[in-house]
């Protein structure tokens, strides 16, 4: 009896066990003893919940890289060749030079691959020359005015240019007449025997040593079409000649020419000027006076080693996109009154001197280089010039030099200032300036250059006993006194983009 009530017992159980669990499971089901009633669209609500959660991690990750390719972009714009671009960097803000400093700033390029054609020896050369369609006919001014007045003993080599005159020089017509150098017994004169060799010479490589600061550096990579076709010109004074002779040698030819290597070697005899720098700018910027036989010039520095063939250096830069006149971009500078700056900090020639010239820039309208300029910089590298000798680019050459020697010697403040006074109708090329350090090997100077009036910060300076420092024989613009009121002038604020200048 006592085992069949356990039995009955124990089923009752179970019974009200499982009806117990079928109890919770169905509370399970709804949500739990203790837990909410979920509305119907409890599930549609989890998915925007999760949808939105997504859609804010996308749009921070799209809008963080939008950030970076702006800062690419940025970047980019501060190296970039192209003038509008260019332009648009800011490198005196705070985004450049946070990136700079984290070291997200490239370098630009020092040398780069230049784009010539692979064989000299297939260059075509133009049979015909680019016709003179706004200057037509150049001549020059050959005697020193002064000197028939009675004002002065001798004639100078740049002339008494008036400023009047300098003034109408600039103002284009089919036939003009300006100063040029080269007055008669004003100084560098060829031999007779040299100016017979340069006759013959229609392609020239010109180079130019002057008071001994280097000696020829022979070209490399020069093609025998070339070495036919092109004379290879070093002009030099006699201080020069006699360096050379001591430290290379020097051989001479059956007609007397002296030659070092490939370079035939011209004297200027009697230098023009007391200050080296001023001599050397005679060839450099005056070359189609010195060779006017010459169609195509190709000027460079001496302390420069040429490694491009001549030839390809003609195809590149003139032929190919049919320019007269090729000079390469300023590293650092678009803004001659940021080259001026450099300029004063590297003690190229007198402070006040150079303020000088950039007043009379200033008062004449010359502005800062900008986006608005039709030019890609106002300053070039001056150390390669590449040339066709038509009227308008000798025109720009002669007005040129005229600056130089009216002014400081450093030629790269005025090119910009003549280009402006030209209103647009002087056309070149500027290069970039990594093809420009692919055109030589750099070798340095002998000695140093050095002169006690590059050292002068103040006018005060140059009088009294300091008066011997200044030029007898070119600058004389620095000292003329100028038709206009400088004393108003205010120099455009520099802002020093490299700590070399």
């Known amino acids: 009896m006592e085992s069949k009530a356990q039995s009955s017992y124990s089923s009752r159980l179970n019974r009200r ?48 890289l939008l950030i970076l390719v702006v800062l690419l972009f940025h970047i980019w ?60 006919n150049l001549t020059y001014f050959l005697e020193d005015e002064f000197v ?23 103002k284009l017509n089919s036939n003009m007449k300006v100063h040029c150098g080269f007055m008669r017994n004003g100084g560098a004169e ?17 180079s130019g040593i002057f008071d001994g600061y280097d000696v020829p550096h022979q070209p490399s990579n020069i093609s025998r079409r070339s070495k036919k076709l092109f004379c ?70 001496g302390k420069m080693e040429l490694i491009v063939d001549p030839l390809l250096i003609l195809e590149r830069y003139l032929w190919r996109g049919k320019h007269t006149f090729a000079i390469a971009q300023h590293k650092h500078h678009r803004s001659i009154y940021e080259e001026a700056d450099a300029n004063k900090r590297r003690k190229r020639y007198a402070r006040p001197l150079i303020d000088y010239q950039m007043k009379i820039y200033c008062y004449e309208g010359m502005e800062p280089w900008s986006i608005k300029k039709n030019t890609v910089s106002d300053v070039p590298e001056g150390a390669v010039i590449i040339r066709e000798h038509t009227a308008l680019s000798n025109l720009f050459s ?7 020697d009216l002014f400081t010697p450093r030629d790269q403040l005025s090119f910009g200032y003549v280009v402006y006074r030209l209103k647009g109708l ?52 620095l000292w003329t006194p100028y038709p206009g009121n400088l004393d108003l002038v205010v120099l455009p604020p520099v802002a020093r983009t490299s700590k070399a200048g």
């Not at 070798?443 to 103040?458: A, C, D, F, L, Y």
Request: charged share 25%; with cysteine.
């Open 17 to 64: 066990g499982d009806r117990n669990h079928q109890t919770l499971r169905i509370q399970d089901a709804e949500g739990g003893l203790f837990s909410p009633r979920f509305p119907q669209d409890y599930p549609m609500k989890i998915v925007w919940k999760r949808g939105f959660i997504r859609l804010v991690l996308v749009a921070g990750i799209a809008w963080m």
């Open 77 to 136: 714009s501060c190296q970039s060749s192209l003038a509008f671009f260019s332009a648009i960097c800011n490198k005196q803000g705070k985004v450049f030079i946070m990136l700079d400093t984290m070291g997200l700033v490239p370098k630009p390029q020092h040398r780069c691959p230049i784009p010539t054609v692979d064989d000299p020896n297939t260059i075509f050369i133009p049979k015909e020359r680019t016709p003179d369609t706004i200057v037509k």
């Open 148 to 170: 028939h007045n009675g004002s002065q003993s001798s004639p100078l080599f740049g002339g008494h240019q008036s400023w009047l005159q300098r003034e109408e020089s600039f």
């Open 190 to 206: 060829m031999s007779p025997l040299d100016v017979k060799y340069v006759k013959k010479c229609k392609f020239v490589v010109a």
């Open 232 to 301: 290879f010109l070093m002009v030099m004074d006699e201080v020069s000649l006699k360096f050379i002779r001591k430290n290379v040698t020097v051989k001479e030819d059956s007609a007397g020419g002296q030659w070092v290597g490939i370079w035939r070697l011209i004297l200027l005899k009697h230098p023009p000027y007391d200050e080296p720098r001023r001599n050397g700018k005679v060839p450099k910027i005056l070359t189609h006076r010195l060779f006017p036989q010459a169609q195509y010039s190709i000027w460079i520095d």
């Open 398 to 404: 002669c007005l040129w030099f005229n600056e130089v």
């Open 426 to 477: 002087f056309k070149f090329y500027m290069f970039p300036n990594c093809e420009y350090n692919s055109l030589f090997v750099l070798h340095p100077h002998t000695r140093e250059h050095s002169s006690k009036i590059e050292w002068v910060k103040s006018r005060d300076e140059l009088k009294g006993n300091g008066s011997s420092m200044i030029e007898g024989r070119g600058g004389l613009g």
